[in-house]
């Protein structure tokens, strides 16, 4: 659907969002049942940043980020603008300017599968942004996309009011109706871990506390002593 | 044109320079009509280091960096060194012995479509670069190639003495012939972006400073309030 | 060979493997004559960190870490876990769990042609990594590989008992039997740099301190004063 | 979703398909308003195929072909198999066994994020195949996916029963609900451009039948007759 | 330089494209020291044709293929449309249609870094292209490009009027200047392979032929009966 | 190992090289336990053919063929020349002259992880060539490498009279101590799967003639007859 911006979508709880956000991508990717992962190519462009909140998404044509304007006013405190292009696209479509208009509303951080420039400034000003690439060209405003419209993106299916949690590990989407499920789920995944993770710093290995070994026999693992000759 | 050295060359004056690094690359390459940028695949190895000079211009061989030695004699104080190469190569034609060299002449930092080595010793010595690739695979000096000759690289058409400007964003080229119009050009654009960046950061939409409602509705945009079913 | 873990292998000392470290890459790649260099695919996911150790190799099935865990219990104080993969793959076989465990045993890095996850955490708690990608995808446990056999990876050839060197620069693979050789020709290489980079730093060119201008005069170099028309 | 089955879903009428073949991919999206299309890395195996189908849709695990086979029983004549992973794969899911079983049921194609094997054989048999790879790396059959669930390949959302067109330029999927509108506006399509299709052959220019020139003029083109000098 | 058309160019006379077609773009690029050579990501679309022309050069926006139709009226008999990119695009700016006009004019082929559809279509009507990706993707006609001042593609540097060689091997431009010489040089080489060839043919060894044994035996190669143990 | 002719290596029987062919790359890389498969980057430049024969190994510089020259002196009629490189390279390294050459002492094809040239007149003369890429650039003969040393070539491991088996698959090798068993184990594999190809021609399923079901009910797979809303 393209030439059109839609106005109502669910929220996310400032709450929501900072639990998300502090279980990190990896754990929720896991409670979610291993989905809603971006594939690796859209990256942080800084580290130790982790963010959550809901989608306001984007569907830009190629060397054209006349729809991030748009998105802008769509935006409220806590969201994450999430752009999508129509077709593979480095372009810079996100300098300092839009950076300075999403913080000016509260905007949590960008995810987009396409380029970003005044990358320095962006670190500086303390903007969190996922892009496929750095890339300072320059782009037009002359076709229409759409906002909040469902997108593709990183190889996921994201709606707007989804929750997108993003850190130095990638990006993931959470479907609105499920987070409160994800985040029960990361908690309990979070707690488990915990105790495991006191096991191993003791010394314990995991084949024993996962309880491998029967298993990895069945399979046929052969323990040998030496290299055989080839 | 291969095997061959060019001595004499443009320069750029170090005030020019100063200014050129300061405009940044994303400002250059808007500025002079978006044009000049390198593709995104020659990135910078450090961060928050933004250079500008003349451009001594090396085209290589795959794998050989022999040109890279005659190229430092037909540098000067403020040159930066962009090196092309005949063909797709990563291998580390460039480490930190070249980079005493180069910096005992006081050359502002390089460009090169290939591998550099010694990245850490590189960012320690406080000597920039941006490249194809960080790779410490040895090179021979068996081949000739040039110094000084046009070469394409980034995508782009670069003569020596043309001014190179790198920074986070990546680079951008200015030829000689056009660095005041462009200088001119970036100052007036930063101006005019400072104007709008205090609007924005008050809270004031790019939709309405850039008066662009009333070319979305003519292109036939429209808001809805909920998302249609598909 | 699948299915095989090997109990027996060299080991390296831990004076061998602090030179190594501090020759680095780049020096150790060049002393054995340009050879055990892992191609640039595989990076740090950390700066300002050099290790080095004996391998203890890894065969692991596309998205599944199994091995890793049979691993684990091969590992002695100062290794190296090495992990290839059977066919290409990107999922995040690694995170900060199995690196709790590694630590617990001494483990100095990992080196893996697959993704890893918790990245940021695992800079925080110093566990260097090299690796193929950083990507959340988790992986199952069903498949069996092998621990200890040759493998494949950066398109070398790394046997059990290998000595790894891995920093800013990469990864480069020692054979166990050459470890003295390497750094023998390793330490003669740097006093033989150490003298060339103050020559290069008090201004002298190295077409004069390598005696290049006779062999570029023979092979046809000319020097022109100006850019002839094309 | 995964680990699921879904039995019923939409089907494409034999005259549908056969008019969207015909039709092929770079008309169907232009007609659908620019949507749908695949990313380019899906490719054709083979030269001057074209096919249309009723999706069967797959999430398979990396390196894991057990959902294919669960997925056969579920095709019926004139359906086109479609293959998603859960994370970036290679592996050569799909061969000549896999083909005679889909042939025998009368499926009218394949297309799969992943490789595929057999690729001389698949020719010969005449069972057309479009896939991000040819490898004959081979899959265990371990870890359980989905099939007939909503899956995103090569950056489209596609669900069960929505109709899928690929030829020599690539695949692109058509809504389930809007089948019928996307052939009635391609219909149209083809009409209008065979009127141009013959004034062009007869030397009309598309400056003159798309009346291009006076929006040329006003974006301000300028003919020039000699190259200025830079 | 954008928004400008330049009417007035060099040509090629078909004597002289017509060799350099025969001639092939190995040997014309290996003719005129190895320069001129297109990088391989673009390729031809078809096997077995061989042309030369003058080319007429287009500079495009990504996603719009508005300056196409405007070359069009630039071409003449014999000419190669050569479109590069203002970025790195893969849409499909090319089709049947724009192939119906350049075949009326007696258009030579097509050379483009951007995708291109109808890619059976254009084998059946036999009109030669070499793109980098076949994508059936849509295009805008919104921004103004240039068509005949100079362009970057493929790491060359192109201004029309230029003769440009395609054929399997890829492609490679010959300034015009230098045509020529080129031509010469090349059927020299040609010659001289000729009775190579029967000599190679007839078993006997480019080792002997091209006198390298004592080069290799001064370069220190040595001939082991065995491998040794390593 | 650099500068080094190995003379001596095993054969592989030429009754031994027609059913490796004839088996074909899929079936013996899976009778093998699936090694020995290359990754897909080398692929065939032509159609319809598959080789089988003992390696001769090259380890070429980037850039340079003076090797290959070397090569062909040590190889015997049925050999498949396999060319490695010490690092990334796409040059044309290999054109019609060495094939000439080549098929002058019958050897079967070449294998190279590197670009060819005169492409068309390689599948004119019938020669069937793997490669990296087909690219025109011209190689110098300035460095050495070596003949009949181990290499490390599209990930795997190969030494001098291994067998290659290479098809439209692309090239899997045989450990020349293994070669009668994966024979063994792939005719094996041919038989069995014969009858399978029967049963599926005729429409049994995979599930059942593979005795899936109880497994994928056992994995907890459900069958639902309907897609629950998400």
Redesign the interface.
């Given at each position: 659907?393209?030439?059109?911006?839609?106005?109502?979508?669910p929220t996310l709880g400032a709450e929501q969002a900072g639990i998300l956000a502090a279980l990190?991508?990896?754990t929720v990717?896991?409670a979610q049942?291993?989905?809603g992962?971006f594939?690796?190519g859209i990256?942080p462009i800084q580290?130790?940043r982790?963010i959550a909140g809901a989608a306001v998404t984007v569907l830009a044509?190629?060397?054209?980020n006349?729809m991030l304007?748009?998105a802008?006013?769509q935006c409220r405190p806590g969201d994450v603008l999430v752009v999508a292009c129509?077709?593979?696209?480095?372009?810079?479509m996100f300098?300092?300017?839009?950076a300075?208009?999403l913080?000016?509303?509260g905007v949590a951080g960008l995810v987009i599968d396409a380029?970003v420039?005044?990358?320095?400034e962006l670190?500086r000003m303390g903007f969190p942004v996922w892009a496929r690439?750095?890339?300072?060209?320059?782009t037009?405003?002359?076709?229409?996309g759409s906002v909040?419209?469902?997108v593709?993106i990183g190889?996921?299916?994201v709606?707007?009011g989804d929750a997108i949690v993003a850190?130095?590990?990638?990006v993931?989407v959470v479907?609105h109706?499920t987070v409160d499920d994800a985040i029960a789920a990361a908690q309990m995944r979070m707690l488990n871990?915990e105790g495991?993770?006191r096991r191993?710093?003791?010394?314990e290995?995991?084949?024993d506390i996962?309880e491998?070994r029967p298993?990895?026999a069945a399979?046929?693992?052969?323990?040998?002593?030496?290299?055989?000759n080839?």
């Open positions: 659907m393209i030439g059109v911006v839609v106005r109502n979508r990190g991508v990896a990717h896991e049942g291993r989905t992962l594939l690796p990256a580290q130790d982790a044509q190629p060397g054209d006349w304007h748009v802008v006013e129509t077709t593979e696209n480095k372009d810079g300098g300092d300017l839009l300075t208009s913080m000016a509303r380029g420039r005044d990358s320095a670190r690439a750095v890339h300072a060209r320059g037009v405003k002359a076709t229409l909040n419209v469902p593709v190889g996921q299916w709606k707007a850190d130095d590990d990638g993931v479907p109706a871990e495991k993770r191993l710093a003791a010394g290995l995991g084949l996962y491998m298993k990895l399979a046929g693992l052969r323990y040998l002593d030496e290299l055989p080839e």
